[in-house]
């Protein structure tokens, strides 16, 4: 039974494309995240929300938007793609404010814009 | 600015031998830190902590240990097995956004049987 599972695993889509990942999480954790993966591996977050409500929102394009509709749950939609948003992206998940307990992330979401 | 950082992109060893996996950080008002486990087409799977007021932490075969006055961690893996092989990230976060990790750029461990 997966923990933590997005969708989709790989996308492929166009400049100027709008699109959406899908995160879900069933361990009742209060807080999630979105983290980029670049072509240099650093792992960078994004936005946390805790209990449907923004809490982190970094240096991140506005094109960029998450969407909680409840704390199970944390999609990212994407607005006019561009080249540079060529990434893979994580949805995880973690226990508020337990910095020793470490996220649960999903396996991921390579987008790829051509 | 790079908070959290390891040195070593790779690092090969032999089955049975010890792995140590070093990082370095610049932030000190760092409270806890983390070493993640990951493997190709998967998410990065937690493995050990480490708060800021102790120097060691141990979990079968894996040790972390930190190093509050020269800013670094290591991740010791005794014995190392092939199922080892992977990318280990260390993470480091503060409060009182705890739940906010800064990653390292990863090192890549590889076993030989």
């Known amino acids: 039974d997966t923990a933590v599972s997005q969708t989709p695993k790989y996308l492929v889509t166009q400049m100027g494309n709008d699109k959406s990942i899908k995160c879900e999480q069933n361990l009742g954790h209060d807080t999630m995240y979105w983290y980029k993966q670049d072509s240099k591996k650093f792992l960078k977050i994004m936005f946390s929300y805790n209990n449907k409500e923004l809490i982190i929102n970094e240096t991140v394009p506005n094109r960029f938007s998450p969407k909680s509709p409840d704390k199970a749950h944390l999609n990212l939609h994407i607005n006019s793609l561009e080249l540079g948003d060529s990434a893979v992206y994580f949805c995880?998940?973690?226990?508020?404010?337990?910095?020793?307990?470490?996220?649960?992330f999903g396996s991921g979401t390579r987008l790829t814009v051509v | 600015d790079q908070q959290v950082k390891q040195n070593s992109p790779s690092l090969s060893v032999q089955e049975g031998r010890i792995s140590i996996l070093n990082c370095d950080y610049t932030?000190?008002?760092?409270?806890?830190f983390l070493w993640y486990k990951k493997y190709p087409a998967e998410g990065p799977t937690f493995l050990i902590s480490i708060s800021s007021i102790k120097d060691k932490n141990e979990d079968g075969r894996f040790t972390v240990f930190l190093n509050k006055s020269a800013k670094h961690l290591s991740l010791h893996i005794v014995p190392s097995q092939p199922g080892d092989s992977a990318v280990y990230f260390c993470?480091?976060?503060?409060?009182?956004?705890?739940?906010?990790?800064?990653f390292g750029d990863g090192t890549t461990l590889t076993v030989k049987p």
């Open positions: 932030n000190s008002m760092f409270d806890y």
């Open positions: 995880a998940s973690s226990p508020t404010g337990r910095g020793l307990y470490g996220y649960t």
């Open positions: 993470a480091a976060s503060a409060e009182p956004n705890a739940g906010k990790s800064t």
